[in-house]
Nanobody
């Protein structure tokens, strides 16, 4: 069992940056693929980023590639999402996620075993 708690969301102007943090508790944190998803009002939840257990492999959709960076610190049971050059369309509730599957597979809700409660990101234009 893994519990995930996100923080770091808030209001930012377009072009600005935010760093989201997800603190995990539970056993075997370092064995999980970790990731971030987001859901905007009226839209389906979508994949944002994933990182493997070692931190050596990451995956992003084209919509955030080059602007967002996922990282993890297994010693602190924490995963981060650094978001730069934010756009109004990045506004959403961001969810931390943990999976037993590989980085390349963690692109849909069905791949996720554990979810955080979400943190709101608002981007003003």
């Amino acid at each position: 069992q893994v519990q995930l708690v996100e923080s770091g969301g808030g209001l930012v102007q377009a072009g600005g940056s935010l760093r989201l943090t997800c603190a995990a508790s539970g056993r075997s944190f370092s064995y999980y693929t970790l990731g971030w998803f987001r859901q905007a009002p009226g839209k389906e939840r979508e994949f944002v980023a994933a990182i493997d257990w070692s931190g050596g492999y990451t995956n992003y959709p084209d919509s955030v590639k080059g602007r967002f960076t996922i990282s993890r610190d297994n010693a602190k049971n924490t995963v981060y999402l650094q978001m730069n050059s934010l756009k109004p369309e990045d506004a959403a509730v961001y969810y931390c996620a943990a999976s037993f599957l590989a980085v390349a597979t963690m692109t849909a809700d069905s791949a996720v075993r554990y979810w955080g409660q979400g943190t709101q990101v608002t981007v003003s234009s």
